[in-house]
């Protein structure tokens, strides 16, 4: 069963409100744009609770960090931080044991995507510039820049990914230029990959769950939503999961097979970040954590 709520798209700046479920690639490319405003979306009618869904506030559901704003994106890094991008250019580090939050660096830009892996942040911003920010001492340099608008950003092995507003998926390896692997992706604001080397994203315009093979660009289709799906992550069982208005799903890449795991209630929100740990971590009203979401 699936349920639907109002969902912010989460940008720290002034919004104005967007209606309608363009299905058209056209609106998917939009989206770019709209994000870069401010823009706020309305998905759905609001949700119903059931058995198994996470009410929020709830100790499934807690709110760990209430000054932490609206980041545009979230990256746990597996060691006792989460790390938080913001669209005014500032990359925050959240210490899960203290929930004290401090400021990495500033002045990245109009950041979309981070990913942390090996020490390092990695940025993707509205302007089309991918960035390397040092964890330890906030110095950062331009791994490429000049692209298309840039989202979500994954680390795989030395090279780094994005995705573009073009639909289009980008590898730029260590030392090296940055080259277009894959084409007709959609839009997709997020972008994760899994054990194998095989990418993962979620094209918002035409409801689909793609699985692409980053070597020779071939994508396949895995799941296909009537709604836009949004949130995209590969747990540690192996499976994919994303986020479908304020429903959480997930998707055997093997199989096929897909489920449900869980409404999100009582939170607005449009994306989350997936841990090691099977938490989950979202942005709403601060900074809040999903005891376990994998385990559902």
Known sequence: MRSRTATRLPLDRPTRSLTGRGRALGVALALGALLASGATMTLAAPAVGATGDVNCPSTDCARIAPAAGS?????????????????????????????ALSTVTTGLGNLRGVAVAGGDAYITNFDGALQQV???????????????????????????????????????????????????????????????????????????????????????????????????????????????????????PTTGVQSHVTNLLGINTFSFALAASGDAYTASDGLRRINGLTSR
């Open 71 to 99: 980041p545009v994106a979230i990256a746990p890094d597996n060691a006792g931080a989460v790390y938080l991008a913001y669209s005014g250019g500032d990359l925050l580090k959240l210490d899960l044991a203290t929930g």
């Open 134 to 252: 040092s964890l330890a001492t906030g110095s950062h340099r331009t791994l490429a820049a000049g692209l298309p608008s840039l989202f979500g950003v994954a680390r795989f092995g030395t090279t780094t990914y994005a995705v573009d507003t073009n639909g289009e998926l980008i590898a730029v390896p260590d030392g090296g230029t940055a080259r277009v692997v894959a084409t007709g992706l959609g839009f997709s604001y997020g972008l994760a990959f899994d054990k194998a080397g095989l990418a993962y994203t979620a094209d918002m315009g035409r409801g689909r769950i793609l699985q692409t093979n980053v070597t020779n660009g071939a994508t396949r289709v895995l799941a296909s939503e009537a709604y836009e799906p949004t949130s995209i992550s590969v747990g540690g069982d192996g499976l994919v999961y994303f986020q479908v208005g304020d429903e959480v799903k997930r998707v055997n």
